[in-house]
């Protein structure tokens, strides 16, 4: 059987990452999203090293046992996709297919689109690519959806990961079952006075994707760097805005695929199937909009085996 090992890499953007990664061949580089880790890709690594390419899964800056910077502003888009570039020199590589899931998708677009002579293809999963947008995002987001919505929730200092610390192995069971396709339809709202966690239910059982196994490892990747770098990504929307001026707009050129659950509640929000219909406007390269059926937000851990024969056409057509 093929085997997952793991090693810390220094990346040219000066960050020492850990990586979880099989296979040889092409670089096929995984981006997990919050609050994740490499363990989120386990089932993509064994299924992409079997088919010939080399899959590498970071622990990306702030996570498990990378870790990051204690500054706030050490957390932008700009040095996201650093690390990710920086990874692919570290790597002895010159291109790299970029996959990312949650927030990893849009480090994965905002790759493809800044360094696009480093990017052979680019695949989102749940997150799709959203046109930079004419104001700051935090402010329109308390207009639109009011101060308990969870991004808003986030930029608070030391609430958030005060609520996610106090029982990491219950956090982690209610997130995953909440937001999954098995879980109750989400509005991520958090009620007056109340926490993140109050609108993720314990769930009466697992589902069949999901052990407790599973959530054991993801409790133990947290146990060194906690929740704060994580919840940083949040707390750079609005500086990510202002840096991204130069790229308003600007086309995602390489080749591209995208993958959603029809039950994720990314795909939910208002507005948000509008954006994926006209993604083609801005990600010219887009190839596929793969939909999964009865599929929530945990993509390729709640349907692996739909998600890699997706992913490996793809590779395989580039």
Do not use: K
Not at 72 to 79: A, C, E, K, N, Q
Not at 242 to 268: N, S
């Amino acid at each position: 059987m093929t085997e997952i090992t793991h090693r810390h890499v220094q990346s040219t953007s000066g960050l020492r990452m850990h990586v979880a990664e099989a296979g040889t061949g092409p670089l096929v580089l995984l981006l997990h999203g919050f609050p994740e880790c490499w363990y989120s890709w386990r089932h993509q690594l064994v299924a992409l090293a079997e088919a010939g390419y080399h899959a590498v899964a970071p622990d990306q800056r702030g996570y498990a046992r990378t870790g990051g910077p204690s500054r706030v502003d050490d957390y932008t888009i700009l040095h996201l996709v650093g690390d990710a570039v920086g990874l692919i020199d570290a790597l002895g590589e010159e291109q790299a297919v970029v996959v990312g899931h949650d927030w990893g998708a849009p480090v994965a677009w905002a790759t493809a689109q800044l360094r696009p002579d480093r990017v052979r293809g680019v695949v989102g999963m749940s997150v799709p690519h959203r046109p930079r947008s004419s104001r700051p995002p935090v402010a329109a987001m308390r207009e639109q959806l009011g101060e308990g919505f969870y991004m808003v929730y986030f930029q608070q200092p030391d609430v958030p990961e005060a609520e996610f610390d106090r029982d990491r192995a219950a956090t982690f069971r209610r997130l995953l079952y909440a937001a999954s396709g098995d879980g109750p339809a989400l509005a991520p709202i958090v009620p007056d006075g109340g926490g993140f966690l109050d609108f993720c239910p314990e769930p009466a059982e697992l589902p069949g994707w999901l052990t407790e196994d599973d959530i054991a490892a993801f409790v133990r990747e947290y146990e060194d760097a906690g929740f704060t770098g994580p919840l940083n990504w949040y707390r750079n929307l609005d500086r990510n805005w202002e840096l991204t001026a130069a790229w308003h707009r600007a086309p995602i050129t390489p080749p591209a695929l995208y993958i959603a659950g029809d039950r994720d509640l990314v795909v939910a929000a208002p507005g948000a199937r509008d954006i994926v219909a006209g993604m083609n406007a801005f990600v010219p390269g887009l190839r596929d909009t793969v939909w999964l059926p009865g599929c929530g937000h945990w993509t390729q851990q709640e349907r692996p085996d739909e998600v890699n024969q997706a992913m490996i056409e793809f590779l395989g057509a580039l």
